[in-house]
């Protein structure tokens, strides 16, 4: 099974400022199958990101992802304060031992 | 509107079961793959099981092979979890959800259920 870590384990950030998530995989996702969700307290998961670059369906352009192979990142060009919420990277590349990753908690100050 | 509501979550013994329910609107389950996704209060996501459009391909997570049971009801456009011989590590919110690219990124979540495994 791949193992996925997220770093940093919190990012403390002020509105208009920039968030870089990172996700590193502990062997190579195939195809670059990852993606990224948002999840806010009591809600369920959204998702944000697929094939690690492409941007779900009504997801805001300020949320992007890049990275191949095991290093990965979702960078939040300009932070808004509804953007507080836990993200988590997720491989589905390894069908069908599909993983996630710990999570990395944005507060927005 | 295409949504996903789960049902059929509670409180129950260790070594119980509990079925869970999920109904799909606005699209149709069988066209997709389908999967329950679990998190324990506080912590991280964890994929559960997956069940392929077609239905012939079924895959578990190894804490839940040989105790749970994905299945399909394409008349009625549901999803269910057949859950057995429950232990303290079940209890989570149980999540299902709509799968894309192959059938393993997650586009359309329900609100999820609470199991609650306890004495």
């Known amino acids: 099974e791949i193992v996925l870590t997220q770093s940093p384990g919190t990012l403390s950030l002020s509105p208009g400022e920039r968030a870089t998530l990172s996700c590193r995989a502990s062997q190579s996702v195939y195809s670059n199958y990852l993606g990224w969700y948002q999840q806010k307290p009591g809600q369920a998961p959204r998702l944000l990101i697929y094939g690690a670059s492409n941007r779900a369906t009504g997801i805001p352009d300020r949320f992007s992802g890049s990275g191949s192979g095991t290093d990965f990142t979702l960078t939040i060009s300009r932070l808004e304060p509804e953007d507080s919420a836990v993200y988590y990277c997720q491989q589905y590349g390894s069908s069908p031992r599909f993983s996630f990753g710990p999570g990395t908690k944005v507060d927005i100050k | 509107q295409v949504q996903l509501v789960e049902s059929g979550g509670g409180l129950v013994k260790p070594g119980g079961s509990l079925r869970l329910s999920c109904a799909a609107s606005g699209f149709t389950c069988s066209d997709y793959y389908m999967s329950w996704i679990r998190q324990a209060p506080g912590k991280g996501l964890k994929w559960v099981s997956y069940?392929?459009?077609?239905?012939?391909?079924?895959y578990y997570a190894d804490s839940v092979k040989g105790r749970f049971t994905i299945s399909r009801d394409n008349a009625k456009n549901s999803l269910y979890l057949q859950m057995n011989s429950l232990t303290a590590e079940d209890t989570a919110v149980y999540y299902c959800a709509r799968g894309l690219s192959g059938g393993g990124v997650f586009d359309i979540w329900g609100q999820g259920t609470m199991v609650t495994v306890s004495s």
């Open positions: 069940i392929s459009s077609s239905g012939n391909n079924i």
